[in-house]
């Protein structure tokens, strides 16, 4: 079972960067296809990005496409989400998640394990 810890959220400015990363521990980390989701206040969660096994294959949402960029360092057991471009509606919690297969990426339910999350505030 793998454990997935967040770090790197905070306070920017809209137009900003912030990159965001996820540890993982207790399992083979290149095992699992990764994912990150966020959840803004009185949203449900919504499906941001997630990588392949080997970081060959790579999805995005609309709302994030040119913007964000995923990617993953198999030797680091890390998972990093580079955001860039900020916008005030960027604002929410985001939580990695890992997954072994790549079916149903886009839906929360089909991901095995989850971060705590890390909160990311964009300000005007």
């Known amino acids: 079972q793998v454990q997935l810890v967040e770090s790197g959220g905070g306070l920017v400015q809209a137009g900003g960067s912030l990159r965001l990363s996820c540890a993982a521990s207790g399992g083979t980390f290149r095992r699992y296809v990764m994912g990150w989701f966020r959840q803004a206040p009185g949203k449900e969660r919504e499906f941001v990005a997630a990588i392949s096994w080997s970081g060959s294959n790579i999805y995005y949402a609309d709302s994030v496409k040119g913007r964000f960029t995923i990617s993953r360092d198999n030797a680091k057991n890390t998972v990093y989400l580079q955001m860039g471009s900020l916008k005030i509606e960027d604002t929410a919690v985001y939580s990695c998640?890992?997954?072994?297969?790549?079916?149903?990426?886009?839906?929360?339910?089909?991901?095995?394990?989850w971060g705590q999350g890390t909160q990311v505030t964009v300000s005007s």
């Open positions: 998640a890992a997954k072994y297969t790549l079916g149903d990426l886009y839906a929360d339910a089909s991901y095995d394990y």
